[in-house]
């Protein structure tokens, strides 16, 4: 337990520097952008010179850069992401409204690729030259060239627009009033397309990396020890050679979740889920800087916290795993 | 047997070669067998495909040549992911050996950099620099690179750790030489096949990185691109969802190209070093 304690300590020491790296590389950047928060705004509602520096003076936007940097920092202390100008509401309302529809297909997209990918790649993995293990590692090769986007118009072409069995996008239907159960149900059935979508490309990754693994470990001495004893061979390849091929799939779940909250971008803008990446999509469509810096950050912090709980789990997996080792 | 024979002689490098070669001909040929802007009207609009031989794969909403358009989309995707991957793999390159060899507080400040670069998701990364600066094809390029350069740093610090404590090392310091020359002429060259080993998947990572920036409307537009494509195709989704597959196809058969024959190389590679 202390073990993994020094490791949270020691990491959260790391990730609050490069924290302060994002924060501060992205507000330079977004800084660069030609108009502001004002000329947003003015666009959408009009307004005259004397509106614009009013506006500009309680904004704070006639300041200078490093100012301001300062004021930004200073809020974020106070979980303070400033006001969104498309949305009229604090941004870290806007977001947390937006947070859960990303997370539940984040979590469930994971749960797909991880769970069916490493069953797949154990299955590929067990034997080695086989026709099955050659099948699917070439059908995990092409899966894994597909754009998940276009992946998605796909499934909503055959699943929504022929068949008619799925729905064609959305969150949840609109206006049902559903409650419990039921509206978890709908919830679900909403989401089988986006997180197909998301999930199958890394259901591609999982099961090449489980069965590279395995084909490691079935050439180390403890396999031949256990063939030795005379253990079955689904005993060799559960017990063995899979659970010790299991463990770089944990790290690469951490690693994987910065790029999968990405794809969740442009998934979202296909099936039109009301989550964080349709929100960053919308950001830049109204030119809403704060909002976009609003949405980078929390993803930087939702990155973070992932790797850090992927850590602490692999510490407890691997007691191989010391505290010095894993921080480096 | 000869390094070209050997690398032909997996099915795998075979089949990527042909794909390869074939993308790498639509993209050389599109000005010749399709002059004049691709983006201009070429017939009725919504002309199913083969059903009028001047226009083979019909045209799309606005009566524009798919067959045209997927020629000079060829040309964009491979132009923007080979001078994307090429960026991440020198920018990579440098600040993982600059990290590596300097070591102390460089290397610190170098790595946090490069932990922030990944902490941030890339492809909002890339939609951020894009919307910022504005889209072109310059932009999109060092868009898709600022995400993609922090594998190739890890990787060659890593290899320029190990290096590093060499014997020549060791006596090109002793000869007195600056140890930038050290790093840039002595080291980094050694350190460069693991690095370059990952190309093929970084390069199948920015076509598929354009793709969806040009997806989401954020591509240079003046150019034609896959993902503007399936975008454009979006639109008639029901009546005429061929527009948003073909497009789709030619992708794929672009990024397996890429890996097959990328895994192609590093067999053949591994073979000669006695690894495999």
């Known amino acids: 337990m202390t073990r993994a304690l020094i490791l949270l300590r020691r990491r959260l020491v790391g990730s609050i520097f490069v924290l302060l790296i994002v924060v501060i590389g992205t507000f330079l950047l977004l800084e660069a952008a030609p108009g502001d928060a004002v000329d947003a705004y003015i666009v959408s509602t009009g307004g005259d010179a004397g509106m614009i520096e009013l506006l500009r003076h309680r904004w704070g936007l006639d300041q200078s850069e490093l100012t301001r940097l300062a004021n930004y920092l200073w809020a974020l202390l106070h979980l303070d992401l400033g006001q969104s ?182 998934i979202e803008s296909v099936f039109s889920v009301p989550g964080l990446g349709r929100l960053a999509q919308e950001a830049v469509a109204a030119r809403d800087t704060p909002l976009l810096l609003g949405i980078i950050l929390t993803s930087a912090v939702l990155v973070i916290v992932i790797n850090l709980l992927v850590d602490i789990a692999y510490a407890f997996l691997d007691p191989r795993v010391g505290a010095g080792e894993a921080g480096a | 047997m000869s390094p070209v024979r050997r690398f032909l002689s997996t099915p795998e490098a075979v089949a990527g070669t042909i794909l390869l070669t074939a993308l790498i001909a639509m993209a050389l040929s599109a000005s010749l067998l399709f002059p004049g802007d691709p983006q201009a009207i070429a017939g009725p609009a919504l002309l199913p495909p083969f059903q009028d031989w ?19 989309g060829a040309r964009t995707s491979l132009a923007v992911g080979l001078a994307a991957a090429a960026a991440a793999l020198a920018v990579g390159s440098v600040v993982g050996t600059l990290a590596g060899f300097a070591g102390g507080l460089v290397d610190e400040v170098l790595m946090r950099i490069t932990d922030a670069f990944q902490t941030v998701p890339s492809f909002l990364l890339a939609l951020a620099f894009v919307s910022v600066v504005g889209p072109s094809l310059g932009i999109v390029v060092i868009a898709i690179a600022l995400g993609t350069w922090t594998g190739p740093a890890r990787v060659a610090r890593a290899e320029v750790l190990s290096i590093r404590e060499r014997d020549y090392v060791a006596s090109a310091r002793a000869i007195g030489m600056h140890p930038l020359a050290i790093a840039f002429r002595e080291v980094l060259p050694n350190a460069l096949p693991p690095v370059l080993a990952m190309s093929s998947v970084i390069v199948a990572a920015a076509i598929l990185t354009e793709a969806a920036l040009s997806f989401l409307g954020l591509g240079d537009p003046n150019r034609v691109t896959w993902g503007g494509m399936i975008a454009e195709g979006r639109a008639v989704l029901r009546t005429a969802p061929f527009l948003s597959i073909v497009p789709g196809i030619a992708l794929v058969l672009t990024v397996l190209g890429v890996y097959l024959a990328g895994e192609g190389i590093v067999e053949t590679t591994a073979v000669r070093r006695g690894l495999s």
């Open chain 1, 85 to 266: 100008v498309t949305f009229s509401r604090p941004i870290r309302d806007v977001i947390l409204e937006r947070l859960p529809n990303t997370l539940l297909l984040m979590v469930s997209a994971t749960a797909l690729s991880f769970g069916l990918g490493s069953a797949l790649g154990i299955y590929a993995g067990a034997r080695p030259g086989s026709v099955r293990d050659r099948f699917l590692s070439i059908g995990s090769l092409a899966l894994y060239a597909v754009p998940g986007f276009w992946l998605g118009l796909v499934l909503i072409v055959v699943f929504a627009v022929d068949l008619r069995w799925l729905p064609i996008g959305g969150i949840e239907t609109l206006a049902s009033d559903k409650t419990g159960l039921d509206r978890a149900t709908d919830i679900a059935i909403h989401l089988v397309l986006p997180v197909s979508a998301l999930g199958f490309i890394y259901l591609a990754l999982y099961l090449r990396m489980m069965r590279a693994g395995m084909a490691e470990v079935w050439r180390q001495d403890f396999v031949l020890a256990a063939r030795a004893k005379g253990l079955s061979r689904r005993r060799i390849v559960l017990a063995h050679v899979a659970r010790n091929a299991l463990l770089p799939l944990v790290t690469m779940l951490g690693l994987q979740s910065a790029q999968m909250l990405g794809g969740s971008v442009v």
């Open chain 2, 54 to 72: 001047s226009l083979p794969l019909g045209t799309d909403r606005l009566g524009r040549d798919v067959l045209a358009e997927l020629f000079h």
